[in-house]
């Protein structure tokens, strides 16, 4: 049919891997995995008129829909598994930075994730709310906006160290043993090539 391009990736016996593209779509419509089963796997993609993915069916008894803002950013994810139905929605700052996304079992919030950010856009922080245990991470940065800390779970912190061209040479307590004078980390050659 002259509206389908195929392309395949062979390798040799059964492992074989199949795509199915329309015309004008840089995107795949369906992907024939390899295996010895009857019919092969094959899981299928659909897009909208302006090329966004709206759906996959991974040729399992659930499939996965997307849906978007007006501005073509993902809003909410939607896998209908009969067994247990969940859902995700996606938020975004002013910035088109996700701010938060929470993920849904049968319609009731399980988990949430939120991130901040500064002034820049860097991202400061991050907080995870996992089965009713809450994470955070914290980053801090010099002027130039490389990351000089981050903070993990439970308080400790590391720091980054940078050469005057921007480039990480070290993280202290790491490459280095207790009480021996402080060692780089990373070294580069003249054309700023990491090679340590």
Known sequence: EASWVWRTADTGGWDKTSYEYR??????????LPGNGSPEPRHEYRYNSRGLKTAEDPGKPYAISYAYDELDRVKGVTYSDPATSMSSKLFYD????????????????????????????????????????????GYAYNDAGDRIE????????????YDN????VRIPGYFEQEGQPAQKGFAYDANGFLTN
Do not use: C, I, Q
């Open 23 to 32: 015309l004008h779509f840089d995107s795949p419509t369906a992907m024939a």
């Open 94 to 137: 002013a910035g088109g930075r996700v701010t938060r996304a929470n993920l849904y079992r049968r319609g009731t919030l399980l988990n949430k994730t939120t991130a901040a950010y500064n002034l820049r856009g860097w991202l400061t922080s991050e907080a995870w709310t996992v089965d009713g245990a809450s994470y955070s991470l």
């Open 150 to 161: 981050m903070t993990y779970p439970g308080g400790t912190a590391f720091s980054f160290e």
């Open 165 to 168: 061209r921007g480039r990480l």
